[in-house]
């Protein structure tokens, strides 16, 4: 994943919170959240 602003390469946080990665920038410190992709299911 890459920052909006700087284009910099995110660093992953080690926990999860509320099913999301967290992922932070190394260069401007900035935090985003990833969410996890669920699957749909098949009816």
């Known amino acids: 994943m ?7 390469k995110m660093v992953e946080m080690g926990r999860s919170y509320h099913k ?4 932070i920038c190394p ?11 669920t699957k749909p299911k098949n009816r």
């Open 2 to 8: 890459y920052c909006d602003k700087c284009k910099a």
């Open 20 to 23: 999301q990665r967290k992922w």
């Open 27 to 37: 260069r401007c410190r900035r935090v985003r959240m990833q969410r996890q992709r």
